[in-house]
């Protein structure tokens, strides 16, 4: 049996998934769809502690907003790797669970946590809501997915 701590791997899955996420989130707001700045994106991450006060701390509450994503990264990242020894679906099904996971999380977050956050949210339009799960697909459902299923293979601790 295999002792080796779980908890480098999670921390290392939970900062490539928050990095893949936010970089894919810069990418397409930003840079694609230039629908607002990279600054304006984790401000708005941190306005779910602060409200409209985040918009206007500048690059402090930028700052506050990484910290708060990567907290959020982390706990979806323990409860896959939590719940992934008890699941066989999840084992056998790598991608398939990165995907439903991804769903998962975007649905978490986007119908209970954002607008118990931001109360009186409109719901996303059909394209909005179809880049938002794909951004959450590739950029955090999969790499969790995968380096979990990565660890685990490689170890006997379930």
């Given at each position: 049996?295999?002792?080796?701590?779980?908890f480098?791997?999670?921390?290392?899955?939970?900062?490539?998934?928050?990095l893949?996420?936010?970089?894919?989130?810069i990418?397409?707001?930003s840079?694609?769809?230039?629908?607002?700045?990279?600054?304006k994106?984790?401000?708005?991450?941190?306005?779910g502690?602060f409200?409209k006060?985040?918009?206007?701390g500048?690059?402090?509450?930028?700052a506050?907003?990484?910290?708060?994503?990567?907290?959020i990264?982390?706990?979806?990242?323990?409860?896959?790797f939590?719940?992934y020894?008890?699941?066989?679906?999840?084992?056998?099904?790598?991608?398939?669970?990165?995907?439903?996971y991804?769903?998962?999380?975007?649905m978490?977050?986007?119908?209970?946590?954002?607008?118990?956050?931001f109360?009186?949210m409109?719901?996303?339009?059909?394209?909005a809501?179809m880049i938002g799960?794909?951004?959450?697909?590739?950029g955090?459902?999969?790499?969790?997915?995968?380096?979990?299923?990565?660890?685990?293979?490689?170890?006997?601790?379930?």
């Amino acid at each position: 049996m295999n002792d080796r701590s779980p908890f480098p791997t999670i921390v290392l899955a939970a900062f490539l998934a928050g990095l893949l996420d936010l970089v894919l989130a810069i990418i397409v707001y930003s840079v694609f769809l230039d629908k607002t700045t990279a600054v304006k994106i984790l401000q708005s991450v941190a306005s779910g502690a602060f409200g409209k006060a985040a918009y206007e701390g500048g690059i402090k509450m930028a700052a506050l907003g990484i910290v708060f994503h990567f907290a959020i990264s982390l706990m979806f990242t323990l409860f896959y790797f939590f719940i992934y020894p008890r699941l066989a679906f999840l084992r056998q099904h790598g991608v398939i669970s990165g995907i439903v996971y991804g769903i998962f999380i975007w649905m978490v977050m986007n119908l209970i946590v954002l607008p118990i956050a931001f109360s009186g949210m409109l719901p996303m339009e059909p394209g909005a809501t179809m880049i938002g799960i794909s951004i959450i697909i590739l950029g955090v459902g999969l790499p969790i997915s995968l380096i979990a299923h990565f660890y685990f293979t490689r170890s006997t601790q379930y």
